[in-house]
Structure formats: structure tokens, C-alpha cells
């Protein structure tokens, strides 16, 4: 035999070979992606059970007139939007949903500014930094519905150490009604927000600063940035993204604060600090409306939804950037 043909005898007996490669490698690869799949399994059921059931109860209790009588007979007629008509129409749903906007609104932005103000100031080297920043953590250690007793107390219109210390610096004259005039309440609550909300906004906006390199401070100063143009172009850039996630996780948790006004005012004085989580609660759990309380959270769901989903994109814009 000659060359030729034991090259061409190679060739052919060789092909099989090389035509099982590819399909050996899809293969490999579906065995891959289902192995993927199976590690993702759990986690997806956990959420389904702990998340996707009580949502999805929830929409379903909206759509029937569910009350305590629900609990012996264990009927819950069907009444389709009947509960969501109710709620809207309700001459408390408008003020309940300006308040919500103004109690989110400024929490948020007193949360960040002194949040941001701190975590710059605790981001210079000096003695008992570290003890000074603990502090400022203990508003978080509180149980809200603890706290909110305590600013109760100082904010009492006769008895408050706030009243007292402002009459005593002669900063007042009259006693200020904190809690009990439906022209300051609100503001009252929005105070005791932000001073609950300081310490998140302060260790994670100090952690973001603590992944900025020096290098970038020094070679800005050689051309001149210091001070508010370090801020601006060295700063601010590399801590948007930690930005956008205080925001985010703080306007979707301000959204559903219930405790703090539950402590404060429980809606009051003349439904003054009545938000939509409260009107919620109270349809709910003093009323006994479970369909029209479901209703309202829903409500506050789909805002909170509309923020996450503004997020999600604006998160997706800087990563493809």
C-alpha cells in the first residue's frame, strides 16, 4: 500500500472522531447549565414560599370581603374591585397619600444629606473616629416602636425636655404642640424618621468612601481639585452607585414605616400623619377590613415597585456604561 492511500485509510477511519467532538462538548455543556439550574432550584422555592405565596394571598384577599367572619365560616365572597373603590373614594385616601409623598420625601432627603455630611467627616483621620461613629449607630440598635416612645416623651408639649430646654435658651416663649397641632405633627415625625434612618445612611455611605483609592485625592490635588472640587469630580462619581442604593432601599423602607407614627400620633391629631401603611394597618387590624387593607398595601406595592423598576434601570444604564 502506498502512502497516499494510508493517509487516505487514516483520514476516513479518523473522521467519526472528530464529528463526536462538538456534540460531546454541547453536551457537556447541558449537563453544565442543568447542574446551574439545580443549584438555583432551592433558592427560587425559598423565595416562592416566603415571598410569592403572601404576595399572591394578598392580591387574592383584595378581590374578596374578607372580615372576621371569614375566619369561622371560612367564605370570602368574591367582589371584585369593590375593596380598591373603597379605599380611593375614602375622603382619607388623598391625605393619606400626600402625607405618604411629604413623610418619604423628607425623610430621604435629611436621611442623606447628614448621612453624607457624617460619613465625610468620619472619613478624615482623628482621635476616637471609631467610638464617635459607633455612637452615631445606637438610633439603629433601638426597637422603632422603643424609640418612638422615647421621642414621645421629649417631644410632650407641657412635660418634653425639648420644649423645656428652647423655653429655658429662651428660644420659645409658648410651649410647642410637637405631637398634638395637625399644622406641625407631620414635621414632628419626619424629625424622629431621620434620626432613625442617620446610621444607615452613615455606614453605608462611609464604606463607599472607603473604597475610593487615595491615589485619585492626590492626583487631583497636583491639578487643583480640593475641597468641593474633590467632591464633585473624585467623590461623587464613585460613590453614585452606592448612592443609588441608599436611596432606593431607603424611599421602598420609608414607604412602609408604620411604627414610628403608630408610636408618635397613631395617625393624628385630625389624621394629620395618616399615611397609606397606617391606613393599611388600621383597615386591617382595628377595623377588621383584611380585603380593603390588602387593597392599600397593594397600592403601596406597585409605588414601591415603580421605584425599584426606576433603579433596576438606572443601575443597568452605569454597568453598560
Not at 32 to 41: D, I, S
Not at 201 to 222: F, K
Request: net charge neutral.
Amino acid at each position: 500500500m502506498s502512502d497516499a492511500e494510508t493517509l487516505a485509510t487514516a483520514s476516513q477511519t479518523s473522521s467519526p472522531i472528530t464529528d463526536t467532538g462538538p456534540s460531546r462538548r454541547r453536551g457537556g455543556r447541558r449537563r453544565e447549565e442543568f447542574l446551574k439550574v439545580l443549584f438555583v432550584v432551592p433558592a427560587a422555592l425559598a423565595i416562592v414560599a416566603l415571598f410569592g405565596y403572601p404576595v399572591v394571598k394578598n392580591v387574592v384577599m383584595s378581590f374578596q370581603d374578607y372580615t372576621l367572619k371569614t375566619f369561622f365560616t371560612g367564605k370570602a365572597p368574591f367582589v371584585g374591585l369593590t375593596n380598591y373603590v373603597a379605599v380611593v373614594t375614602n375622603d382619607v385616601f388623598s391625605k393619606a397619600v400626600i402625607n405618604t409623598a411629604l413623610f418619604t420625601i423628607g425623610s430621604i432627603i435629611g436621611q442623606f444629606v447628614i448621612g453624607m455630611l457624617l460619613a465625610l467627616f468620619f472619613h478624615k483621620s482623628f482621635p476616637l473616629n471609631g467610638v464617635l461613629r459607633a455612637l452615631f449607630l445606637l438610633p439603629w440598635l433601638i426597637p422603632l416602636i422603643v424609640g418612638s416612645a422615647a421621642w414621645r416623651a421629649i417631644l410632650e408639649q407641657d412635660s418634653g425636655i425639648l420644649n423645656v430646654t428652647l423655653e429655658n435658651l429662651g428660644v420659645i416663649d409658648n410651649p410647642v404642640p410637637w405631637l398634638t397641632s395637625p399644622r406641625i405633627a407631620l414635621l414632628a415625625v419626619i424629625l424622629v424618621n431621620i434620626w432613625l434612618g442617620i446610621p444607615f445612611n452613615l455606614t453605608l455611605l462611609y464604606s463607599g468612601l472607603q473604597d475610593i483609592p487615595e491615589e485619585l485625592y492626590e492626583a487631583g490635588a497636583l491639578d487643583g481639585a480640593t475641597g468641593w472640587k474633590a467632591f464633585w469630580h473624585i467623590t461623587w462619581p464613585n460613590l453614585r452607585a452606592v448612592v443609588s442604593v441608599v436611596l432606593m432601599l431607603g424611599v421602598i423602607y420609608t414607604l412602609k414605616v408604620l411604627d414610628i407614627i403608630l408610636g408618635l400620633t397613631q395617625g393624628g391629631p385630625a389624621n394629620a400623619t395618616q399615611t397609606i401603611a397606617l391606613q393599611s394597618y388600621q383597615r386591617s387590624f382595628v377595623e377588621f377590613k383584611f380585603g380593603q387593607g390588602a387593597a392599600l398595601s397593594n397600592i403601596l406595592i406597585v409605588i414601591s415597585l415603580a421605584f425599584a423598576v426606576v433603579y433596576l434601570r438606572a443601575n443597568r444604564r452605569q454597568v453598560d456604561e
